[in-house]
């Protein structure tokens, strides 16, 4: 049974950076797309990010594109959300989910999609 643990969240200040881990065990990552999804309070759940199992695909929200980076390293059986130029809006708990089969790329932001979902990290952009 695969089993996802993220982890990198924090309080950063407006403009900072963080990196968000998505680490799994139980099975490898290598047939699986991996989204990173965003929830804020009262706010339903959003896709950030998408990786194809290979990560010669990606994809990013409109509201992330050029300040966040998604990139995985099989060999770790992890993958990363670098954050840079955090905003306050990015405020929420950030969810790592795998899917192992897709059938079509231009749904991986789609929270439907996935079958097994970690636990949540809490990304925190204040001053």
């Known amino acids: 049974q695969l089993q996802l643990v993220e982890s990198g969240g924090g309080l950063v200040q407006p403009g900072g950076s963080l990196r968000l881990s998505c680490a799994a065990s139980?099975?490898?990552?290598?047939?699986?797309?991996i989204g990173w999804f965003r929830q804020a309070p009262g706010k339903e759940r959003e896709g950030v990010s998408c990786?194809?199992?290979?990560?010669?695909?990606?994809n990013y929200a409109d509201s992330v594109k050029g300040r966040f980076t998604i990139s995985r390293d099989n060999t770790k059986n992890t993958v990363y959300l670098q954050m840079n130029s955090l905003k306050p809006e990015d405020t929420a708990i950030y969810y790592c989910?795998?899917?192992?089969?897709?059938?079509?790329?231009?749904?991986?932001?789609?929270?439907?999609?996935?079958?097994?979902w970690g636990q949540g990290t809490q990304v925190t952009v204040s001053s």
């Open positions: 990786i194809s199992s290979s990560g010669g695909r990606t």
């Open positions: 139980g099975s490898t990552l290598d047939y699986y797309t």
């Open positions: 989910a795998a899917v192992e089969l897709l059938l079509s790329f231009s749904l991986c932001n789609s929270p439907r999609q996935y079958a097994y």
